[in-house]
């Protein structure tokens, strides 16, 4: 079985959550122009200031994502 990876980017400030969703967009054109196979995507809330955008691939995409898309940080999701 595949590990699933979650590639992070973290957003701070009054407009986190507004951010977090407009750089979901640009995440998903990347997606859609080079075909990426994508577990799960979205934004979440942390709190007042700060919200994440993520989206979930197959460990073997992470080398190739990281080096074009630069995430703030990877998590190992069950």
């Known amino acids: ?3 699933k990876i979650k590639l992070i980017w973290q957003f701070s400030g009054k407009n986190a959550l507004k951010i ?5 967009v640009h995440l998903n ?7 990426i196979d994508v577990i799960d995507k979205g934004t ?3 709190n007042e200031f700060s919200s994440i955008s993520f989206i ?3 460990d073997d995409l992470v080398e190739k994502l ?3 898309l630069k995430p ?6 069950e």
């Open 66 to 68: 990281r080096v074009v």
């Open 29 to 35: 054109e990347y997606i859609l122009q080079h075909d």
């Open 72 to 77: 703030h940080r990877g998590l190992i999701v």
């Open 56 to 58: 979930i691939v197959d």
């Open 1 to 3: 079985m595949k590990k």
């Open 44 to 46: 979440e809330l942390i």
């Open 20 to 24: 977090a969703d407009h750089h979901l």
